[in-house]
């Protein structure tokens, strides 16, 4: 078995490279989630270690000590990230010249030779889902015998080997909580809107939406949502409040938790049994009905993407969702005392002056407990990347998705619609949300009812006012 470690580089100050089913950016508030992607690969090879280096704020130095005893780097990228974490792939091999490195994550699986090409010292990149691949190269299987790879030969010739089939039998794959107990310190991982500390894992791959947007449906998971048993889901749970007694909130991190409705309720009796508090990711077409059995069984919040208040722009991006469905969806939400994170995207394809202020009246109408606003971000991969580009929405010359300190940036503009007024939509939508009479005295009344909470908003506040300092200098 090689010496493998499996590595999230150092980047950015704050920059989440581990965000699960979105973005990688820094955010307005620093968050970090927990690396599953690698945990799950480094939880079938026997003696890896993780190392997951932005929360835990490290450096490369304790990293380049490390590898001079490695045989094998597995390092996650992103489109974003991707320059910087080939520069320190390069200082891994200097500090180890016969060490292979690997890379994973959705940027090498659409974009493979281009990443091999412009990655010199990279040594194979994974295609799609990745864990039993990694798992071949760990144990020895020569390159050009593993499937789900394109790699470099002796002679410096890039060979793409056949697809890797999908993992059907979920329950197969290995606990990533105990790569969580082994390597990681859960209170380095923070979400503003979880209980801390949380963790998160997957209970399923996979989402049967076609939003457009969406990285890792077009690029890794796939659009069947292959799926956990809920008692397997429950077994780890059990595990995890052995290992972290501490542990305040579970959320279950897939695309779409809720894509399997009669499953949904069976997990949320097992967590009913187990007495935790959890969250997870909804479509907001949920029933009233489902909606109670997860409420009565511990579910806390739900992280829901309305994108847009605007019915032809969630036409435009296949949301496969109507306003009025949504807005029924989050009164019943209301009803029965579940908080929703409320996500939205501002420059999606038909967006206009508009078309924001109806977002933003329609969030306000609706009311999540917090909500995040996104820049549209066409990822490669993703149809929206190809939309952008066939129709001139993109620079390819400036596509950029963050800039210098890793922020997002606006890199889709329309004739009607410029990168500037996309970009500071963003500040609009949270000041008109957020500094209003009665979002403001619902959050001082949760402030009064907890000091903890206090604490958090008040940390939360510099944090986001530090963000639109960042925004207004870049």
Known sequence: MMRTLFLQPPSFDGFDGGAGSRYQAKREIKSFWYPTWLAQPAALVPGSRLIDAPPAKMGMDPILEDVKNRDLVVMHTSTPSFASDVRVAQMLKDANPKLMIGMVGAKVAVQPNESMEKGGPIDFVARNEFDFTIKEIAEGKPLAEVDGITWRNEKGEIIANKDRAMIEDMDSLPFVTEVYKRDLNINDYFIGYLKHPYISIYTGRGCKSRCTFCLWPQTVGGHRYRTRSPEHVAAEVRLAKQYFPEVQEFMFDDDTFTDDLPRAE???????????????????????????????????????????????????????????????????????????????????????????????????????????????????????????????????????LIDESGVQIAPLHYPHLSHTEIFESVEEFYRKFYFRGSKIASIVNEMVRSPQMMKRRLREGVEFFQFLKDRHAA
């Open 266 to 400: 069976a997990i949320a009796r097992e967590m009913g049994k187990l007495g935790v508090t959890w969250s997870c990711n909804a479509k907001a077409n949920v029933p009233y009905e489902t909606l109670k059995v997860l409420k009565e069984n511990g579910l806390r919040l739900l992280l829901v993407g309305y994108e847009s208040g605007n019915q032809q722009i969630l036409h435009n991006i296949k949301k496969g969702m109507r306003v009025e469905t949504a807005k029924e969806f989050t009164r019943n939400c209301h009803k029965l005392g579940i908080k929703i994170h409320g996500t939205f995207i501002v420059g999606l394809p038909g967006e206009t002056k508009e078309t924001i202020q109806e977002t933003i009246k329609f969030a306000k109408e609706i009311n999540p407990h917090t909500l995040q606003v996104s820049l549209a971000a066409p990822y490669p991969g993703t149809f929206l990347h190809k939309q952008a580009t066939e129709n001139g929405w993109l620079n390819e010359a400036e596509a950029e």
